[in-house]
């Protein structure tokens, strides 16, 4: 078990550094070094305090869920398939929770502070306040038990989730018609940088977290396009001190 959670550690890094050198090398968008800095530093600590609750809250959590094995439905012998299945319903999964957090007022309360983060860049998709991190883990339980997901299975999954994020959170530019063609299949920075748009009309829609056709499928897409200098962050609301993003939930 410790090497599989190893070999997503190693595996997300990797994605991560990848991401980031291109990001820095071919930028959308200008950021001041200063604000760059600050930002980062802050959607770091709150990457740190999930990282700190992972093997006291999360990993207890999450391997007892992938054990249970309470009933035989959706047992698929072939491992490929069987993993195309779990991938599949837990990206559906992540469609609806993200969905619920934006129109669930007690769960936007958590993903307000995600995004409070005024521009984008690889740091934002690691910018979630511990709170949403131990309900969503909590809700996951469900799908994990109802469809019988393995602990194998589920570090892979988690792996591309984070990798997604980090990618379509992103500052890199990418080519117009290649970016284009990919968004047909997956979430990519122009989709999931109007979800960040400051206008709410905008901000719920594009819910999509790995594959991109559930927006399409569920008439949630939004047919506004990504511009260089759009307003990022919540509508009528502003950027706040590390101290106040996380007590922002009990308000």
């Not at 600050?38 to 609750?53: A, C, D, E, P």
Request: proline fraction near 3%; charge should be positive.
């Amino acid at each position: 078990m410790i090497e599989l959670f190893n070999f997503k550690i190693i595996i997300v890094c990797v994605a991560f550094f990848i991401i980031v050198l291109f990001e820095n090398i071919l930028p959308k968008e200008i950021i001041k070094f200063k604000k760059k800095i600050k930002r980062t530093l802050k959607n770091l600590f709150f990457w740190s305090l999930n990282i700190g609750l992972t093997p006291i809250l999360i990993l207890p959590i999450t391997i007892t869920a992938t054990s249970l094995n309470l009933h035989d439905y959706f047992i698929i012998k072939n491992i490929v398939i069987q993993f195309l299945f779990h991938l599949i319903i837990y990206d559906i999964f992540l469609y609806f929770w993200h969905r619920a957090n934006h129109e669930i007022p007690f769960l936007w309360r958590f993903h307000h502070v995600h995004h409070l983060d005024e521009t984008l860049d690889v740091s934002s998709g690691i910018r979630f306040h511990f709170g949403e991190v131990i309900l969503s883990t909590i809700v996951r339980c469900v799908i994990i038990v109802m469809f019988n997901i393995s602990l194998l299975n589920l570090i892979l999954i988690e792996a591309i989730v984070l990798i997604s994020s980090a990618f379509h959170h992103s500052n890199i530019k990418l080519p117009s018609k290649f970016e284009e063609v990919l968004s047909f299949i997956i979430v990519t920075p122009s989709i999931h940088w109007v979800h960040h748009h400051k206008r709410k009309k905008e901000t719920d829609a594009n819910y999509c977290a790995i594959f991109s056709f559930w927006d399409y499928i569920f008439r949630t897409k939004s047919n506004f396009k990504r511009y260089k200098g759009m307003p990022i962050g919540v509508e009528g609301d502003q950027e706040q001190s590390l101290i106040k993003l996380i007590s922002r939930p009990l308000k």
